[in-house]
């Protein structure tokens, strides 16, 4: 369970730090979001929801090992937080069984953890699962053949159509194309199917 510590004052600022002072943590050891309701004679009033990153990576790891045991699956995990973001490193022999054709059942694993954690609160927690390195090798291959396509595309001057990705595959798509002074992407299509487009940039 997360433990969440809640607090009412006149500002945003002075109700963060009524928590903070509960948790006896800073800012930064925090995820953190506010309410805004109107008082008695419509004087407002700003409700802070705090969960400590401590407590988030220990309740990611929790999950995970409670997964294992559903699953019969022995693994071990590794939880680390940085910029905000929280990323779990699963190692194991059975990966197949957990990352699924194409990675679907790796991202359904992710997808269930992050609404596992919006369940306590409206706390914005990027979290980035991955097994064994299957994301790291799959970013790799990515890169690869997008930039391939890339210099095909301006020497041709004929857009190509990608496979169909997931939203975190299309946005490593945009950020390398990006790289490319004439060169755009288009995300299109409705999901599951959404794909990119590459093609020149428009003057």
């Known amino acids: 369970m997360l433990k969440v510590v809640k607090n009412e004052s006149k500002t945003q600022e002075e109700a963060l730090n009524k928590c903070l002072e509960d948790l006896n943590v800073n800012s930064s050891e925090v995820y953190s979001y506010f309410e805004e309701e109107s008082g ?7 409700i802070a929801y705090v969960v400590t990153k401590y407590d988030v990576k220990e309740y990611v790891k929790e ?4 997964l294992a045991k559903h699953m019969n699956i022995s693994f071990n995990t590794e939880v680390n937080e940085k910029d905000g973001v929280i990323s779990a ?3 194991t022999d059975d990966s197949a069984a957990l990352i699924g ?8 694993i992710q997808t269930i953890l992050r609404q596992s954690i919006r369940n306590f609160g409206n706390f914005d927690i990027k979290i980035n699962l991955d097994i064994s390195g299957y994301k ?3 970013e790799k291959n990515i890169e690869r053949e ?7 595309v301006l020497k041709t001057k004929i857009e190509a159509k990608l496979d169909p990705m997931n939203s975190y595959e299309r946005r490593i798509v945009h950020t390398i194309i990006s790289s490319y002074d004439g060169l755009a992407t288009q995300s299109e299509g409705e999901a599951p199917n959404r794909y990119v487009v590459i093609k020149i940039k428009e003057d």
């Open 136 to 138: 790291l090798k799959r």
């Open 101 to 108: 054709k194409e990675g679907k059942t790796l991202n359904s």
């Open 40 to 46: 008695l004679f419509g004087k407002k009033k700003y």
């Open 63 to 66: 999950f995970l090992l409670d």
């Open 89 to 91: 490193i699963i190692i």
């Open 146 to 152: 997008v930039r391939k396509i890339a210099k095909e």
